[in-house]
């Protein structure tokens, strides 16, 4: 039988702020075990949490960044249950009035993949298997997080990789959390279930925990379908459980079955009071909002007229583009800087954490500099390449290696004269060139290339040698 | 009066991790029943004007009266961990992955 897919995304992402959700430890990755812990996020008899204003203010950006609407009358409440990586035995987070609702993301082909709700909630404490023990790590308990749970509109492992993409960009660039999969600040799980095509009927769903790598977050969806494909077309039914996916054998494993809300027995938190959050405080956080990813692109493409690859390459890395845009605002042209950026720049900071902290020893204004001496013609392409390369090396300005030396002084006529010398010098390539072997001109570039010590405008010697040699 | 039934008294108690024997689950669906009745006096008296008396049921906290978000001092892995015998400053609980 032919099945059609649905799946949904609760994806957690870890907040950026300083400090904790519910205290004053701080958030810092890594650091001895427990050490950024204290009475209140381990759970102490008597202590009471507060709120971060900061975290509450970064989960009201997102939900803006996703077009959700806010919940401005917002609460907490108590999720039970009993793990060792919680020392509370429940968590804190929100059920009924998540701090908002009702967003998208909008895929590349136009879907709509719409987002039910954002929460704030906090993060529980690490647990480190080793030898046969399990050691806890209280570190990370207590950190902010927001969970955002998507509609199950996705139907292909691949729209949900974009989706989680999208989610990911956007979340880096509004500066709400760094995103970082690999150091768990950003974890899926994936809700799977499969219909008869044409149903449009919800099948019973899987849910697929804690995917910290969007290929194996690919993997578990293609396999945890072909399994539920198997098991229905023998007849058997899906049992709701909470799966693993094993990175080694490719494959998913029940971890426990059916598993629903009621069965956390959420309550209203009774320690943390009710937090009104005005309008005037909602709409000053959504005129805070950056210019989004996805906007920035279409601008790129559309008004600068950058090539829609090119366009989606640079604005995957928010520094990157904020400081393109600085270059363009000292007078560089686009075609130009994009063209460096993307040849030399990206080459230079090579892995995709340096892209993405762009953290240069070159100013966008001494940038600027040397594109405006290319846009002028002052120097060739290649010149202002290797001179890039020297600049982000050293940290040294544009002046030390754009000399008057490197500076093109041949003039249009002198240039001509040049190429005159060149033909008159090599008459048989000449010949060889009028008679069709085109790689004959190559040797009249190397003369050229000689008598002007590489600073000629090939495409300036180009031009006049078409025009010379077609007369 | 209002009473509770078996199945939903199985369903709160399994929510509640209890087990009942059938004495003792007589006795709790007895005290049940009284608890429900209550409930419904309370829900079904006429108050008269309500609308004047303020909620006690707690006060909201505004979004700018929120903590603010400056790190503090964490309590000494020795202090955190100072209740158990820490293996190179962790917790140990018993090996919950198989």
């Known amino acids: 039988m032919k099945y059609e897919m649905n799946c949904g995304l609760e994806t957690h992402v870890e907040l950026a702020t300083e400090t904790k959700i519910f205290c004053s430890c701080t958030t810092r990755f890594g650091g001895a075990p427990n050490t950024h812990c204290c009475p209140i996020c381990t759970g102490q008899p008597g202590v009471l949490p507060f709120l971060n204003k900061k975290a509450t203010e970064f989960a009201v950006r997102a939900g803006l960044a996703v077009g959700c609407k806010v919940n401005t009358v917002t609460h907490m409440d108590r999720k039970n249950y009993c793990y060792p990586d919680l020392p509370k035995a429940y968590q804190i987070s929100q059920l009924d009035k ?26 529980a404490g690490k647990l480190v298997h080793e030898r046969g023990n399990t050691f806890v ?85 293609e396999y945890e379908c072909e399994r539920q494909a198997e098991i229905l077309d023998e007849g058997g039914v899906i049992e709701q459980a909470t799966l693993r996916f094993d990175e080694h054998t490719g494959e998913t494993y029940v971890m426990r079955t059916k598993e629903d809300a009621q069965d956390y027995r959420y309550f209203p938190e009774p320690d943390i009071l ?75 900071l090579s892995t995709e954490e340096n892209k993405e902290k762009f953290d240069l020893n070159l100013t966008a204004a001494e940038f600027a500099k040397l594109v405006k001496y290319l846009d002028e013609g002052k120097i060739t392409v290649s010149v202002a390449q290797s001179a890039l390369l020297q600049m982000l090396q050293s940290g040294k300005c544009v002046n030390e290696f754009i000399t008057e030396d490197v500076l093109l002084g041949t003039s249009d006529g002198e240039l001509e004269k040049i190429c005159q010398d060149a033909i008159a010098a090599n008459p048989q390539a000449v010949a060889d060139y009028v008679g069709g072997k085109e790689k004959a001109i190559f040797a009249l570039y190397g003369f050229i290339k000689r008598a002007t010590q590489g600073k000629a405008d090939m495409n300036k010697v180009n031009n006049i040698l078409s025009e010379l040699l077609n007369k | 009066m209002m009473g509770i039934s078996e199945k939903e008294f199985a369903m709160l108690a399994r929510l509640a991790r209890l087990e009942f024997d059938g004495e003792r689950k007589q006795e709790f669906m007895s005290e049940f029943e009284e608890i429900i009745n209550f409930a419904n006096a309370v829900n079904n008296a006429v108050a008269g004007d309500t609308e004047s008396i303020k909620d006690t049921g707690g006060d909201n906290v505004m979004f700018e009266e929120l903590r603010e978000d400056t790190v503090k001092e964490s309590l000494p892995n020795e202090k955190i961990t100072s209740g158990v015998t820490p293996v190179n400053g962790y917790f140990t609980v018993k090996r919950v992955v198989k």
Not at chain 1, 99 to 110: T, V
Not at chain 1, 117 to 123: P, T
Not at chain 1, 279 to 293: A, C, G, M, Q, Y
């Open chain 1, 98 to 123: 998540p701090l908002s609702y009702g967003g998208f993301i909008e895929l590349d082909s136009g879907k709509k993949i719409g987002i039910t709700r954002i929460h704030i909630e906090e993060d």
């Open chain 1, 137 to 221: 790590d209280y570190n990370r308990g207590g950190v902010p997080l927001i969970e955002i749970v998507s509609e199950p509109d996705i139907s292909s492992a691949a729209e949900a990789r974009e989706y989680a993409e999208k989610l990911q960009l956007i979340m880096r660039y509004i500066g709400v959390s760094d995103c970082k999969m690999q150091e768990g600040s950003m974890r899926c799980d994936v809700n799977v279930s499969l219909c008869p095509a044409g149903s449009g009927k919800l099948g019973v769903r899987t849910e697929i925990k804690n995917m910290n790598s969007l290929s194996f977050m690919e993997k578990a969806i």
């Open chain 1, 274 to 348: 009710t937090v009104i959050i005005p309008e005037e405080t909602v709409e000053r956080i959504k005129s805070e909002l950056p210019e989004l990813p996805f906007d920035k692109m279409r601008r790129y493409t559309d008004e600068l007229g950058i090539n829609a690859k090119n366009a989606r390459l640079m604005c995957r890395y928010k520094n990157l583009c904020l400081w393109f845009e600085s270059a363009l605002s000292y007078g560089a042209s686009v075609k130009h800087s994009v063209n460096l950026i993307t040849g030399v720049i990206f080459s230079f």
